[in-house]
């Protein structure tokens, strides 16, 4: 195994990686075969072992990191590449407001141990993931805001409480996918204002990450376990701390969603929706 340690020292310092050649696999062909072994060997084998860690008391931080490169290091066996860029930005930046495009469960795994590297970090996610059998159990040890989507009011009070107390009294920033659901493109106009103004409560900056996990499509019978298309490689990238206040929140957001269609559309294979 990969020394997790190296990795995650060396990520903080650089903010950027790319799949080393002696990393990557010979690649897989696009194939229902070798989408099940992903399926089965990357996301079935990270949620067991969080769930069997989470059940002996032992699924700290430094667990949670190796669970989610697991399915970075096992997308890099199948032959795609892993790219992140920009993350340096983070490395003083102090508790943060983490807003981000949602297209598949990949990063519901693989982002937030990776944001583990610059601090602390809470996540907002569905009400719903804590109620799924092993899954919950592993989620239910880390710093999570459920939300139920079936009231947004509801929903927004309970964001901003929780997430201004993570902010500012556990100094851990929020990750929040403003969205809503996964999407295999990314709608500008659907793109909410919650992170904007959790970030202008909280007194806080906020920073848009674009992700591109089409690698790991929807499934046809299960929404979280898809086809693999191992021809695109799984992108990750860090956009600039915007300050926040209550005069240039609009700007802000503006900001947030240009930048995300932007590397989006840079790095194509994806639909945005202006």
């Not at 066996?77 to 983490?98: C, H, N, S, W």
């Amino acid at each position: 195994m990969r020394d997790i340690t190296a990795f995650i020292e060396t990520f903080r310092e650089t903010g950027n990686y790319r799949t080393p050649p002696e990393q990557l696999g010979k690649p897989r062909r696009n194939s229902v075969w070798n989408s099940i072994v992903y399926n089965v060997r990357a996301l079935g084998g990270s949620m067991l072992r969080g769930t069997w860690l989470s059940h002996q008391g032992r699924f700290d931080d430094h667990r949670w990191q190796e669970c989610g490169l697991h399915l970075l290091w096992e997308t890099e066996r199948m032959g795609t590449e892993v790219i992140l860029e920009g993350f340096e930005q983070l490395k003083d930046a102090g508790p943060v407001v983490v807003v981000s495009n949602h297209m598949s469960l990949y990063e519901t795994f693989a982002f937030p141990p990776l944001m583990r590297a610059f601090g602390d970090v809470a996540i907002v996610l569905k009400e719903s993931l804590m109620r799924v059998p092993l899954l919950g159990q592993t989620f239910a040890t880390r710093k999570t805001i459920p939300v139920g989507r079936s009231d947004p009011r509801a929903d927004l009070k309970a964001v901003l409480a929780c997430g201004e107390r993570f902010l500012r009294e556990d100094k851990a920033s929020v990750l929040l996918y403003p969205q809503g659901t996964r999407q295999p493109y990314f709608d500008c106009r659907k793109f909410n204002t919650l992170g904007v103004k959790l970030a202008q409560n909280a007194g806080v900056p906020i920073v848009p990450v674009a992700g591109q996990t089409a690698f790991l499509g929807v499934g046809k019978y299960t929404k979280d376990f898809g086809p693999v298309d191992t021809s695109i490689p799984v992108r990750f990238a860090c956009g600039p701390v915007i300050e926040v206040t209550r005069s240039n929140a609009k700007e802000a957001q503006a900001q947030c969603v240009d930048f995300i269609a932007s590397k989006l559309e840079a790095w194509g294979k994806v639909e945005v929706r202006r």
